[in-house]
């Protein structure tokens, strides 16, 4: 082998290292973009759950309109047609997985729902908030006339799910469906 052949063939095969470090860097770099994207998307998919709107097992109703529903929240109406108080048991409001339910129900953009809630619970307990599901469902089970929000998946058989305007959480066009 010339010297020449030699220089060259050195040449190719720091080409090819150089090559496969760029390669190897790529797939760093692209598997680093991809769990990067992977955790963003799963924080905001995270937040996106079916929403039901619960009663007591006991309970005779089984479907409200959402402008009811609304009213009630409000404070707009303050009883059921049945004369039992209204109260509204829920999660964290400002948690993500309640903003979409928390806004339809209570209408207020800015998202200041702590006090919007406080006002309503100046005369009398309106909206109660838990801490767990747990204790969101143990409060509509025990308190007449109670409604409580919360994931389908926390459902158990103290409660039955509520239609509103006569659509269940899994259904086309549901009310508080998040997306």
Known sequence: MGR???????????SAGMMHVNASGNRLRITTLLC???????????????????VSAGSKLSD????????LCKGILKAWPDGKSFTLVIKNPESPEMRVAVQKLFGDASGDFKAAIAKL???????????????????????????GILDVYSI?????????????????????KGN
Not at 42 to 52: F, H, L, R
Not at 64 to 71: C, E, Q
Not at 128 to 140: F, N, P
């Open 4 to 14: 020449e052949n030699i220089l060259l063939l050195i040449r190719l095969k720091v």
């Open 36 to 54: 990067i994207a992977s955790m963003l998307g799963s924080s905001s998919v995270a937040a996106i759950k079916n929403m039901a709107v619960v």
């Open 64 to 71: 409200i309109p959402l402008a009811d529903l609304v009213k």
């Open 121 to 147: 619970n100046e005369s009398r307990v309106a909206v109660k908030i838990a801490g767990s599901d747990e204790e969101l469902l143990h409060t509509v089970e025990s308190t007449p006339g109670a409604v």
């Open 156 to 176: 158990n058989s103290s409660v039955k799910v509520l239609r509103v305007d006569g659509k269940l959480p899994f259904d086309i066009g549901y009310a508080l």
